[in-house]
């Protein structure tokens, strides 16, 4: 089994014991598309779980409600069958190199270090859970992967006496040699409440500030010296931005997340690469001397000499850039010409021709 990236994306609206959601699904479903493309995540679609609870009937009952948790944690036994594959095969006992974690629903947290995403058959009373954090942190300190990304968009409101449902996967040590990475965000801090909104205002589809500010800096948060998404720039961008998506009413409200919680103990890295240069498109240039004569072709500022035959064939066949280019043949006179990048009327480039 290869070593796949992989990623693990909910979103729960519909909660029968607590007030419903309306952006949590839009959210997950955003994220999912930019995790699963090959400029974002590029985590190949069929190694990344999706769970929303419309993808579930409404139970008669909120105790019957799915998700529960039993249908998330599925996702980590599945990483750990990996693993188990991965070392028989004699790849080591990782799962992958990579994993994405995202969670948007509602959250609640016991502690100011822990958090967690209630599922939707969970009430006031009963605080059914995945402990987000505890199982980004045990897939981190076991080596299941090398990078370890958690994404939260949920309130980290306290409930008196709610406990978090710990991991069942075993406690691992990592392998001494392997280099592990993790980065972590949360849509509010210790005590806040997570905002959504239409978007646009007033009434489009709603989404979490979180995520939508994520999703943004995930494209756009790019080291200028190196054009990649670095975890540097990403965590201050989420930290400047999110509360410019707040109405201006709500950012005097002390319940409301003003910036995210940003856990990044280890020392920068690239999230997202720096997209490759863009291939400039080039144009046939079909070039008629009298055979026998060196011939060079110059760039418009007649300081690069960009290609040279000696003696030059009757015709001579480039590709150039559009521009302004030069022709010298010995014994004539120099020539200017043009490749203005016309095309065919079949979307071909349209060839240049120089005597």
Known sequence: ?????????????????????????????NFFNWVTHPTGGGVDPGQATKILSSNFPAAASVNDDLPAKEQIERFFT?????????????????????????????????????SGVLMANATLKRIHNIAAMLWANR????????????????CRNRIPNGDLTPPFLRKRQAPRNQQRRRFY??????????????????????????????LQGLRDARDPRTGAVTTTQLKAYLQANMKNLLPEADKENDDFAQAPEVFDPDPPFDIVAAPAAPQVPQFPVRIFTAAGRAA????????NELASENPAPAEWVLRLQRGLY????????ARLFEVAGALEPDGSPREIQVR
């Open 326 to 333: 030069k022709l010298l043949v010995e014994g004539a006179d």
């Open 139 to 154: 897939l981190y300190e076991g080596g299941w992967f090398d990078d370890v990304f958690l994404f939260q968009d949920a």
């Open 296 to 303: 060079r072709v110059m760039d418009g500022t007649l300081a």
């Open 78 to 114: 599945e990483v750990d069958d990996a693993a188990d594959a991965n070392n028989v095969a004699g790849l080591g006992p990782k799962a992958g190199n990579r994993v994405w974690l995202f969670f948007s629903g509602h959250g609640f947290a016991p502690a100011l270090d822990t």
């Open 185 to 214: 965000a949360f849509s509010a801090k210790d005590q806040k409440l997570s905002v959504e909104l239409p978007f646009p205002p007033p009434n489009g589809e709603k989404h979490g500030i979180f995520t939508r500010t994520l």
């Open 1 to 29: 089994m290869p070593l796949a990236d992989r990623a693990l994306v909910v979103g729960i609206n519909r909660y029968q014991g607590i007030k419903k959601l309306c952006g949590a699904e839009n959210d997950a479903q």
